[in-house]
């Protein structure tokens, strides 16, 4: 008995050793496998260039929009700068703003370092500073890292997407956003929408007021939009001088707008910064019409699945009126072109040969619509 006890004693000891020792190897294995597969940017892709201006190599990150394949568009394109960092962020940002209507269809770029384990802090510090402060090696890259971007990382984006050549954003935080700014100020018809936060103004003694000064004679040759954020806990009071001197310049083509972020640092900034500055530099015109020309649109109209509407004006705008009384206020981009602000909802009238009304031609996220005017 004894010795059948200590059988089934050891037997059980056994069993348990195998047990854990099989979970133990599960468990490694199910780690392993999660480490070894990373999460990736569904229809993002990857591309090395080499630099012969500054001697680098350099990594692309590339989104494409959603109806791309649509081979008669093209796309304005949005340069991330440490897209090591920023491009997931953007790309994020970009898709809520997107279907939010308040942004177009847009190709994402980020731009970060390339090279076997890069050390970002130093690369970035040398190539998005304008000066080197007595340290040629460690700062001071910003022009050559910005003939990069402008003749070489561009034009091969461009030749091989189908970008609009004249319509593309720039982005940046800290030191990306003293090169934004930089950029602007020395060559600012390479982008024509500009979104920083917490720039680095005070580098090199403030070195950014003298290229603002040098900026101050130069005639804008098309609309270029800078938005500019700064956290609650950073260095408002510099924030807010840098803000004042750039708006006192007065330059025709130049619209700015700020904004301090409630309860952010310096990194925290990013998030809301981005997003209003994507709000704020794509941002469609909402007109006001002439009575008369509104009044056509005026009447009840039926949608494909008998849902009814009505089309009021009040003021200089349409207003769209739903039962139980909601009503949507209508922007008007053009006299043909009309919207809904915060909503992807593109309205375009539809005209009979005699230029009477029939209906609204309505592009949404997930398809598009007829609304018939039935009154």
């Known amino acids: 008995m004894k010795k059948n006890l200590l059988l089934c004693k050891s037997g059980k000891v056994i069993l348990l050793l195998i047990t854990e020792l099989f979970f133990s190897f599960a468990y490694l294995l199910s780690d392993e496998l999660s480490v070894k597969k990373p999460v ?16 680098q190599e350099y990594v692309l990150y590339v989104c494409l929009p959603r109806g791309y394949e649509d ?35 847009a190709i994402i770029v980020g731009i970060t370092w390339g090279g076997e384990n890069p050390d970002y802090d130093k690369r970035r510090a040398f190539d998005l500073t304008p000066t080197d402060v007595g340290k040629p090696t460690d ?28 319509d593309r954003a720039l982005i940046g935080s800290s030191f990306g956003g003293l090169f934004v700014l930089y950029t602007l100020l020395k060559e600012s018809e ?39 954020a700064v956290g609650e806990y950073e260095d408002v009071k510099g924030f807010e001088k840098l803000k004042k001197t750039l708006e006192e310049l007065k330059l025709d083509n130049l619209e700015i707008e700020t904004k301090v972020i409630q309860g952010a640092g310096h990194s925290g900034a990013k998030a809301e910064g981005f997003t209003r500055g994507l709000q704020f530099v794509f941002a469609r015109p909402c007109i006001d019409l002439d009575h008369a020309l509104l009044k056509q649109y005026v009447g009840e109209y039926e949608g494909n699945d008998g849902s009814r509407v009505k089309m009021e004006i009040d003021g200089s705008k349409l207003v769209a009126v739903f039962p139980g009384g909601m009503r949507i206020n209508i922007c008007a981009e053009s006299d043909k072109a ?38």
């Open 139 to 166: 700062f001071g890259n910003a022009s050559n890292f910005l003939g990069f971007i402008k003749n070489e990382a561009i034009p091969y984006i461009d030749s091989r997407f189908r970008t609009k050549r004249d």
């Open 40 to 55: 990736e940017i569904q229809g993002s892709q990857v591309i090395k260039l080499n630099s012969s201006i500054t001697g």
């Open 71 to 105: 081979t008669t568009r093209n796309f304005p394109a949005i340069y991330v700068l440490d897209g090591q960092w920023d491009f997931a962020l953007v790309h994020a940002l970009y898709g809520q703003q997107y279907y939010d209507g308040f942004i177009p269809g």
């Open 190 to 228: 390479v982008f024509n929408r500009y979104i920083l936060t917490s720039p680095a103004w005070n580098w090199d003694n403030s070195v950014i007021y003298k290229y603002i000064y040098e900026f101050s004679n130069t005639k804008l040759k098309r609309q270029i939009r800078l938005y500019m």
């Open 338 to 375: 009309f919207y809904v602000k915060g909503a992807f909802f593109n309205i375009q009238p539809d005209l009979d040969r005699k230029g009477n009304v029939k209906g609204f031609k309505i592009d949404q996220y997930n398809g598009s619509m007829f609304l018939k005017k039935v009154k």
